[in-house]
């Protein structure tokens, strides 16, 4: 028994000294590990230490404290952290390990970068960290010799795309940024994140990102004097982030690639405020869906260069127009889907403003629910919208414009025509002037397209509305003498040109004035070519002899014009209404007995109109159809010289009726 307790004894002694050895072995591994990868540091010029050094092998833990990274002249990026500890740390395969948890606390790093020609400086602080089921490698890539922003952020996206985690968690992250730090006035600002969270990242793909909060500060320059303005945003939330999008981007060997690589399906926030002195602006919230990058025109570091060296200096105009055609490049090479912005609200020493929703879809912008002071009045618009917008476009419209030593052409001027396809305006209360009468428009629509060079040839314009007339207006007195108070106004007027008939149709052309009169037209020419459309005088009045006249129909409904018109010339003769009338039909019939005498067709218009104002409520309806073939500039030769001649090329079709 003796001999088997002291067997036993020796067994569980050396077992004990066996699992002490194999203890320090596995840390004395770790720390070889750890001194490889900061050796890799050293031998790149740059400085890397540690301190304390622990693992625990019964829950594999692995801790160090202390770390400082300096990478020296390779790169302007400092590490420092206070702790790391990694419990269940495991080999998962040839130069990569995995941790059940990895927590970090004390973590700063500050990066020297350069944003273009600028320098920045940025300062993170981040208190403490958690990931939960680990894999990343053991030993890090090699830092970019280059300090600029772009290098920096594709390694960092690099780094990133090397890990998985199921879970991230930053309670707080601090980060101070300063631009132009060598200079007298530094600009720069401070941003806080609160609750900071990821979920599910696999090989630069995260599921889910979101932070409960943001807060930030920068300093500004109003009007030569320094200022700030203040931020705060809560509950960002990112979902589907990829970062090979943003990699392919950066990569030089994909300047060819057209397609386009999803970066987020969705970011969104809620509440957000910004003020600025006097000012503050409020969202509810706003969202962003389908953010895309196409890598052949979205190249961040070409725009990143062309920035100027000094930014409170103007760029020279051949240079800034550069600038717009690359930077309307790196626009037309950024996708997203759509974008909402909430209710949204400017507050100024003027009052405030409300916006109810703006939002970018399939190329339109629309702003809808503007309720905003005015000097005047309060000023309500229930939607504008701008049709088939792209930034690009514009952007490269803007730059055509600049053109040192002289104004804009009018082709350059009318190229906002291809920037746009309509805009549209509806539900607008306006207040008229000075006085306490409104504008109300029910739709403003302005629809163009068919590009002939920069003029467009086919358009549609539609106005509904209701104004007040005007007593200092010399145009309108008539209006106000008779009573007339306000003018309602539908107005719906069409054009197409057709290039292989050559034929230009005005159609519809309808003008309703409510209590006054609904007017009808429709205008055909023929053989109108495509040199018609031009800039230049010489041109047009060339290729204007070759147009023909077609079909011109007219339909007038009064709804009180004639009343109007009765009531007027009663008052300059100072004579009764009926006398008035009797004596408008007169002038009619006499006039057009001289147009009838040449013309026998003219006499059933002569007749038709002399109706029209005898009774009033009727329609008029008038059609001149060409006898032949006849020029538009002789026809408009004749109407200022022969305007019975110029009847003569018609045949007239007239009749009244109610």
């Not at 209590?515 to 800039?535: E, K, P, W």
Request: hydrophobic share 45%; glycine share 10%; no cysteine.
């Amino acid at each position: 028994m003796k001999r088997i307790l002291i067997g036993l004894i020796a067994v569980a002694v050396l077992g004990l000294g066996g699992w002490f050895g194999f203890n320090l072995y596995a840390k004395h591994r770790a720390a070889a590990e750890i001194e490889a990868a900061f050796d890799q540091i050293r031998s790149q010029g740059g400085k890397a230490s540690h301190g304390k050094i622990g693992f625990d092998l019964p829950t594999r833990t692995l801790t160090i404290e202390d770390i400082a990274i300096d990478p020296g002249e390779q790169s302007q990026t400092h590490v420092k952290i206070a702790n790391v500890k990694a419990s269940g740390v495991r080999q998962a395969d040839e130069g990569q390990f995995s941790a059940d948890t990895v927590e970090v606390s004390g973590l700063a790093f500050a990066i020297d970068s350069t944003v273009g020609p600028s320098p920045m400086k940025s300062a993170y602080n981040v208190p403490d960290a958690m990931i939960r089921d680990f894999t990343g490698a053991i030993r890090a890539r090699a830092l970019p010799t280059s300090n600029a922003i772009i290098d920096l952020y594709r390694f960092g996206l690099e780094q990133f795309s090397g890990v998985s985690a199921s879970s991230i968690e930053v309670p707080t992250i601090a980060v101070n940024v300063m631009a132009r730090p060598d200079t007298a006035k530094p600009d720069g600002g401070e941003f806080t994140y609160s609750g900071l969270a990821m979920k599910n990242l696999r090989r630069g793909r995260v599921e889910a990102t979101k932070a409960d909060r943001i807060t930030f500060t920068f300093k500004t320059v109003q009007q030569g004097k320094p200022g700030q303005f203040t931020g705060d945003v809560s509950n960002l939330a990112v979902s589907d982030f990829d970062a090979s999008g943003m990699l392919a981007a950066f990569d030089p060997g994909k300047a060819n690639d057209d397609s386009v690589h999803r970066l987020y399906r969705q970011v969104s926030a809620g509440a957000y405020a910004v003020t600025s002195g006097d000012v503050r602006l409020d969202i509810d919230g706003f969202s962003l869906d389908d953010i895309g990058v196409q890598p052949s025109k979205f190249r961040m570091a070409e725009m990143l260069a062309m920035l100027p060296q000094n930014p409170s200096v103007p760029p020279p105009p051949a240079e800034a127009r550069e600038m717009m055609e690359k930077l309307a490049g790196f626009y037309e090479g950024l996708s997203v889907g759509k974008i909402e912005i909430g209710k949204t609200s400017i507050a100024t020493p003027q009052g405030t403003g409300h916006i109810k929703l703006a939002r970018y879809k399939g190329g339109e912008i629309a702003i809808e629910g503007l309720d905003t002071p005015t000097p005047q009045g309060q000023f309500k618009m229930e939607r504008f919208a701008l049709k088939s917008f792209s930034a690009a476009n514009l952007m490269r419209w803007t730059a055509g414009l600049i053109t040192p030593g002289r104004p804009p052409a009018p082709d350059q001027m009318l190229g906002l025509f291809g920037v746009l396809a309509g805009a549209e305006i509806k539900g607008v209360t306006a207040p008229f002037k000075n006085t306490k009468k409104l504008v109300t428009i029910d739709r403003v629509s302005l629809d163009w397209g068919q590009l002939v060079g920069s003029i467009p040839s086919k358009a549609n314009l539609v106005v509904k509305m209701v104004t007040p007339t005007d007593p200092t207006s010399p145009a309108q007195r008539s209006l106000v003498m008779a009573g007339v108070d306000k003018v309602a106004i539908d107005l719906d007027l069409g054009a197409a040109w057709t290039e292989q008939s050559g034929a230009f149709l005005l159609s519809p052309a309808t003008i309703d004035l409510g209590n006054l009169a609904r007017a009808q037209a429709r205008l055909a020419l023929a053989n109108v070519s495509r040199d018609m459309f031009s800039l230049d005088p010489a041109q047009i009045m060339g290729e204007a002899k070759q147009i023909d006249a077609g079909a011109i129909e007219l339909s007038v409904r009064d709804n009180g014009v004639v009343d109007l018109v009765v009531a007027q010339f009663a008052r300059i003769q100072n004579v009764s209404r009926d006398t008035a009338r009797d004596a408008i039909v007169a002038m009619i019939r006499t006039q057009g007995e001289q147009i009838a005498a040449s013309n026998l067709d003219a006499r059933p218009a002569v007749d038709a109109l002399a109706s029209f104002f005898e009774t009033s409520g009727q329609t008029f309806t008038i059609k001149l159809t060409p006898l032949g073939k006849v020029p538009v500039m002789q026809l408009i030769g004749l109407l200022n010289t022969e305007p019975v001649v110029a009847l003569a090329q018609f045949r007239i079709e007239a009749s009244t009726g109610l």
